[in-house]
């Protein structure tokens, strides 16, 4: 008998985690309460979790972990329904699967011995056939599902700018780029990489966000960084500049974000870095920890206990909660947990989503501060100083534009720099982690997506990315395949004179080759590739400039 153990009464700190795991679709993760996961716990390898069956017989290679192992094949998660391996002993990392459908979703589950005999397991749960149509979009999120939305490439001379068929996440791909800033962009690097993005996109965006791509953050770097580009708000304590030029805009940018892994957009420090373009500049809130909240009561994105929580323990020593759990411990100077906390009052002040009149509590200032036990939020001040927000608003002014007429709707680019092309399981990744955090609503995580920490009150517009293209000359506006043999796709593009359009073939979405290629003639213009009779076959144009 297996000793099945599907607790999820994890530490919170856990559970987030494994929340954010599951959301972003790639694998599973669950662990029996009382185990820990082995380094050697065994994992899928192949098929590429997220993958997409090629036939209907399928051969599951695993790590070895440390026992014995089940496999489970089904129509819902935790089901095998499809098919039950039974016991496979210790040793066997393979296993074979016939009759699996490959034209919908299914859901494989791995147990693994945690030690030879012992009967209880660790179990990962992998998702398969989410994205039938092979165009780098989770079915349950594209917008055409059942067909295959074309991506578009555009080329500049030591990068290329990819744009999905979703319209909610472009690629920018260059080794010289991601190699140089990988682990610490500077100001001037992160304004050479919007200044591609201008190149081809109009100057639409109020927020460009550039991710890294690498699945952790490199040792010692930064998780984020924010640069301004401009400030036309008064009364958040910041000067009224714009250096929007400089970012390759005209006006309209408010800031780029440089995150150092790919998971910062949706578990954080997005709403960290975005909470950057706002606060804290004020004199009114003085900080130890220049640009956040520091030691005291604002308790948000950029530090502080939770507002209303200190308590006087006497002689000079203090106990305040921990604004993301709501209990007694210990809280961040300069972030407390990601996105697993809402915005506080004073941001969604600064960001112009309330009014002065809707903070529920004074401002606390620690001086002096000091722990005297983290895990129960006790600390040591010299004085606790007390600012209302009418001093807030006589010190710094009145914010302007104020909570009625502010701005309410961003428009934001995320944008994934990388050295190397992607996969189609990780295009479909980041546009679903883009998806949820753009979302208008509950995404369904323990983690805050944008609308959500701001309670409702503003949005994001992360969506149809080829209507900010400067031009249609790069698009594909149709494609026809002759019913002769050998079949010829017929590729139609407009062209302008003085552009060279290269066609571009794939079979993956992963290898490209050049193909056809024709000098523009300020018309719309036809390329040509043969397709074999049972080959799929994927098109994008590269254009060239003389």
């Not at 190699?179 to 919007?194: G, K, Y």
């Not at 189609?424 to 753009?438: K, P, R, T, V």
């Amino acid at each position: 008998m297996m000793n099945i153990c599907l607790s999820l009464e994890l530490a919170e700190s856990n559970l987030q985690r494994f929340l954010f795991i599951a959301r972003r679709s790639v694998f599973y993760l669950l662990l029996c309460a009382g185990y820990s996961l082995h380094a050697d716990s065994a994992v899928i390898i192949s098929p590429i979790p997220g993958s997409n069956f090629s036939n209907s017989n399928v051969i599951f290679n695993w790590t070895a972990g440390d026992g014995g192992y089940v496999l489970y094949v089904g129509t819902t998660r935790g089901s095998y329904d499809i098919y039950n391996s039974g016991y496979i002993s210790s040793g066997t990392l393979t296993h074979t699967v016939n009759d699996v459908p490959s034209s919908s979703i299914v859901h494989v589950r791995l147990w693994s011995e945690t030690a030879p005999g012992s009967g209880s397991y660790n179990i990962r749960d992998y998702t398969y056939n989410s994205d039938i149509d092979r165009d780098g979009i989770l079915d349950s999120i594209d917008p055409n599902p059942g067909i295959s939305d074309p991506m578009t490439t555009l080329s500049g001379s030591d990068y290329s700018l990819t744009i999905l068929g979703s319209g909610r996440i472009a690629v920018l791909e260059s080794a010289l780029l991601f190699n140089d800033t990988f682990d610490d962009m500077s100001t001037s690097e992160a304004r050479s990489v919007t200044e591609r993005v201008y190149e081809h996109l109009s100057d639409e965006f109020d927020f460009i966000i550039i991710a890294s791509k690498q699945a952790s953050v490199p040792s010692g770097s930064y998780y984020g960084r924010f640069y301004n580009a401009q400030n036309n708000i008064t009364g958040i304590g910041k000067g009224i500049f714009d250096s929007t030029k400089l970012f390759g805009s005209s006006g309209k940018l408010q800031g780029a974000i440089h995150l150092t892994s790919t998971g910062g957009l949706s578990s954080g420090p997005s709403l960290h870095e975005l909470a950057h373009n706002w606060g804290n500049s004020m004199t009114s809130v003085p900080t130890d920890i220049g640009g956040h909240w520091g030691y005291s009561s604002i308790g948000g994105q950029l530090g502080g206990w939770k507002s209303g929580s200190l308590v006087d323990l006497g002689d000079g020593k203090y106990q305040a909660k921990n604004p993301r759990t709501g209990d007694i411990g210990g809280f961040g100077g300069n972030a407390n947990g990601g996105n697993s906390l809402p915005y506080s009052e004073l941001e969604l002040y600064t960001m112009g989503l309330i009014g002065a009149d809707e903070i529920s509590h004074d401002i606390k200032i620690a001086n002096g501060f000091s722990w005297v036990d983290y895990e129960s939020g006790t600390f040591s001040a010299t004085s606790i100083t007390t600012t209302t927000m009418s001093q807030v608003i006589s010190t710094d002014g009145t914010r302007l534009p104020n909570n009625t007429t502010s701005q309410k709707n961003f428009r934001i680019l995320y944008l994934i720099l990388t050295d190397t092309p992607l996969t189609l399981s990780e295009w479909a990744e980041y546009d679903a982690d883009a998806q949820a955090f753009g979302f208008a609503g509950s995404e369904g995580t323990s983690s805050y997506n944008f609308w959500e920490a701001t309670g409702g009150r503003a949005s994001l517009n992360m969506e149809d990315l080829q209507s900010t293209m400067l031009s249609d000359r790069f698009m594909i506006t149709s494609i026809n395949l002759s019913s002769d043999s050998p079949r010829i796709a017929q590729v139609v593009v407009p062209s302008e004179n003085g552009i060279t359009y290269t066609l571009e073939y794939s079979t993956n979405l992963t290898s490209w080759t050049d193909g056809d290629f024709r000098e523009g003639i300020n018309a719309p213009l036809t390329l040509v590739h043969p397709v074999g009779s049972n080959e799929k076959m994927y098109f994008r144009v590269r254009a060239e400039f003389r």
